[in-house]
């Protein structure tokens, strides 16, 4: 028989409770571990023994069976969110596979967040951190798979990412007509402010292809190893994702980074073997199609071409 007095009487306040049980349920390693763990003890320092004094049984259940059902509801639905995050990852897993990864990750990486629209922020990288050890990647195309789930995962985030992020609807962004404004003496020092959402991504799949035929109940193709190079952004309240050539990529990078434009093209000549010249008449067309796709706010020229 259990000796009843040997804890003392409790008698915690409601905040105590709320707090004590977030803590107990929300333990990665499970109820038990969390009636026990410090966090717990913080709030109602009591026992597994005892643990009936703050949660009573049931006639069917014991305090521990009762707090158990709240905890796989609780991960029941963190599972649910990640499966509706990465519809793309879930269907290249399969519905088992995906949830013991995504176990594992909520293992590994609890929920600590107040909004769930941060859950899945550290997926990808728990896939590269439990991925098994291959080898060397280039010589066997199977063995790529990790790579692409990996690739997949990011992709899928990085979507989730622009979509929460600050956008510019309603708001004036950089037009076309403002680069030509600017006087050609001054425009090699200028600098483009992105949009806050815009995003860059590099990729060894063209993972995006499969991302959207899931999404929309296309034809889905595995995809083969392709370098891929993807400028993501929102607009109009809707995620946009555009593929690019490896030039226009490192340039974007550049800029995103603060570069002016004439750092920017000189990185990017000296880098992949095209002449100032050639890039420069690339460059009008990129300037055009950047305008239109919103990925700047402005452009800042140097203090010169601001006092005139």
């Known amino acids: 028989m259990t000796d009843r007095t040997s804890m003392p009487q409790l008698d915690p306040s409601l905040d105590q409770v709320q707090r004590w049980l977030q803590t107990v349920i929300m333990d990665p390693d499970g109820i038990e571990a969390g009636i026990v763990s410090k966090e717990a003890h913080n709030q109602i320092a009591v026992d597994l023994e005892h643990v009936d004094d703050v949660i009573v049984r049931s006639q069917n259940q014991t305090s521990i069976e009762r707090l158990q059902v709240y905890s796989n509801a609780y991960y029941a639905r963190l599972l649910e969110c990640l499966r509706s995050e990465f519809p793309a990852l ?89 680069v030509a404004a600017i006087p050609p003496e001054h425009i090699s020092d200028a600098r483009l402010i992105p949009v806050p959402c815009l995003r860059l991504l590099k990729l060894q799949y063209p993972v995006h292809e499969y991302i959207s035929a899931v999404r929309h109940g296309n034809e889905i193709l595995l995809p083969t190893v392709k370098p891929t190079y993807l400028v993501i952004t929102r607009r109009d309240y809707v995620v946009r994702r555009c593929s690019v050539s490896s030039v226009e990529f490192a340039i974007l990078a550049d800029l995103q980074s603060g570069q002016t434009i004439e750092q920017s093209i000189e990185q990017a000549s000296a880098h992949s073997g095209f002449s100032l010249l050639e890039l420069e008449l690339h460059l009008s067309d990129w300037f055009r199609q950047w305008a239109v796709s919103g990925y700047f706010q402005e452009i800042k020229c140097s203090t010169a071409s601001n006092d005139k």
Not at 120 to 132: M, S, V, W
Not at 154 to 175: A, C, D, K, P
């Open 90 to 178: 879930l269907h290249a897993l399969g519905d088992e596979t995906f949830d013991a990864f995504a176990f594992g990750y909520l293992q590994m990486y609890p929920s600590r967040s107040y909004t769930l629209a941060n859950l899945g922020a550290k997926f990808p990288q728990f896939l590269t951190e439990t991925r098994p050890n291959v080898g060397d990647e280039s010589s066997n195309e199977a063995e790529t798979w990790p790579v692409f789930l990996i690739d997949l995962a990011t992709g899928e985030r990085t979507y989730s990412e622009v979509f929460s992020s600050s956008g510019f609807e309603n708001q004036r962004i950089l037009q076309p007509e403002d």
